[in-house]
């Protein structure tokens, strides 16, 4: 099986650095469960860059105010091949958990139908224009069959 390809993000940071806080690469849901530990995957560290692999579903933590009373936040986004992310859906307050779940659910069946399917890339060839592909391609007498 192929190495995943892993991509320079910046991780972002939800809710208070002072507060608690967490990321972690979803890669499954216990769907019997409405809470946070529903959510299977790797903690990552958070307000920073990070390598994933292209296509992680993150799913970020935080919270704001006071310790007696905290507001609470959460937010998911995709890692695209291009070491961008696309923010997806997020939630505020204590049913942030179940308010999230059976979307994650649908996003990471979405990924497991489309696969990055053939030979594996290397996302440094996003830094090149489509002429200057075609153009090497056209040099090395390839067809569309390869």
Known sequence: MNEPILVPVDV?????????????????????????WAFEGEFIATGGIQDVPIGSIILSYGERGSRANPQIEASVIRVNS????TPIVSAKGRAWARTLRDQVVELLAEAEEAPIVGKPWDPVLLQYS???IAEEVKR???TSDV
């Open 12 to 36: 972002p940071l939800v809710g208070d650095e002072r507060r608690k806080n967490w990321a972690k690469v979803v890669t499954g849901v216990d769907e019997t469960l409405a809470t946070g």
């Open 82 to 85: 291009d070491a961008t992310t």
């Open 130 to 132: 489509d002429e200057a």
């Open 140 to 142: 090395r007498h390839l």
